[in-house]
């Protein structure tokens, strides 16, 4: 079975629609294909500030939701990245094996540092792409499934891969994206054009999974459409309707061709109305599910411990190949 590895940062508790589409509902459908490893990355929350309870809580509230989402125990390993020191520890390595300017052009960290302001902005926010190269290289991942916005860091993986094999011998697979076309990137409800994310200027384009479905049937209602009223697919000049057409398509597993045909003849209101509906029977058991896990923490707790388990036999092993290419002298 080929190999898939993904994380996702724990940062603001509930997940939003562009995490769900763009990575989790992949992640559980090569669950069944795949040697899936699937981890919450708390190492990387903490590039930002963090309050201590809250990263706990919101690391419990991930992990939960991805059990919620349709992540399976017996099928998939499942872990909480500090629960597995080998991925500090391969960090390390790569650090010395990145060039400063090559850190540089990693574009999130230059959107970020731009956002805080350098004086707020830490060091391991500048080194975050290289902590994801060994999370990725540590399980000899095949295929890594993100969102667009995670491209260049795979770039960047790859790029390390080749560059230790070259010098040191072949240690690391050299991993592939899995981005899906349709959902890859995921747009903001009131901004077509920008990418929806936590940070954007207003709550109102971001739908966030654990929010009261009311208030995100309300965010869909009132999304931003483009000019015209016929429901057709076209990412350039209806940047808004596609957004939502390729929403309504992912979570109902309805093509687009069939979808704008359903429309002929309906305004763009119909197209939010129904989305709202459809959102909103697929959200309520999602968070049915989710609630269940986070009301059951020793259940929680035994699936991370198995899943640290798993991983770190993996992780071990391939920091050890990679220790002794480097030249260090084992420990006896
Ligand atoms: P994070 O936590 O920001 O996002 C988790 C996943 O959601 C995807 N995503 C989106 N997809 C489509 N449309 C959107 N609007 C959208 N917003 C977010 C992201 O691409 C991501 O797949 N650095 C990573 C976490 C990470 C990781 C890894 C990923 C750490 N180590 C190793 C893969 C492999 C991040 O911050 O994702």
Known sequence: RPRVLSGIQPTSGSFHLGNYLGAVRQWVSLQE???AFYMVVDLHAITVEQ???????????????????????????????????????LAWVMNCLTGFGEASRMTQ??????????GNTSVGLFTYPILQVADILLYQA???PVGEDQRQHVELTRDLAERFNHRLGQTFTVPNPYILKETGKIYDLQDPTAKMSKSASSPK?????????????????????????VVSYDEKEKPGVSNLLNIYSAISGRSIPELVQHFE??????????????YTEWVAPFQERTRLYLDDPAELDAVLARG??????????TLAAAYDRIGFLPAK
């Open 33 to 35: 294909t795949h040697d």
């Open 51 to 89: 309050d201590p309870a809250e990263l706990r809580q919101n690391t419990r509230v991930s992990v939960a939701q991805l059990l919620g989402a349709g992540l399976d125990p017996e099928r998939c390993t499942l872990f909480v990245q500090s629960h597995v020191p080998e991925h500090a520890q």
């Open 109 to 118: 960290f230059k959107d970020k540092s731009a956002r805080f302001g350098s």
């Open 142 to 144: 095949d295929q890594v």
């Open 205 to 229: 384009g971001l739908v966030s999974l654990l929010d009261e479905v009311k208030v995100s049937a309300k965010k869909f209602k009132s999304a931003v459409t483009d000019t015209g009223t």
């Open 265 to 278: 003849g309906k305004m763009y209101g119909a197209l939010k109305t129904e989305l709202a509906e459809v």
């Open 308 to 317: 640290a388990e798993k991983a770190r036999a993996v992780a071990g092993e």
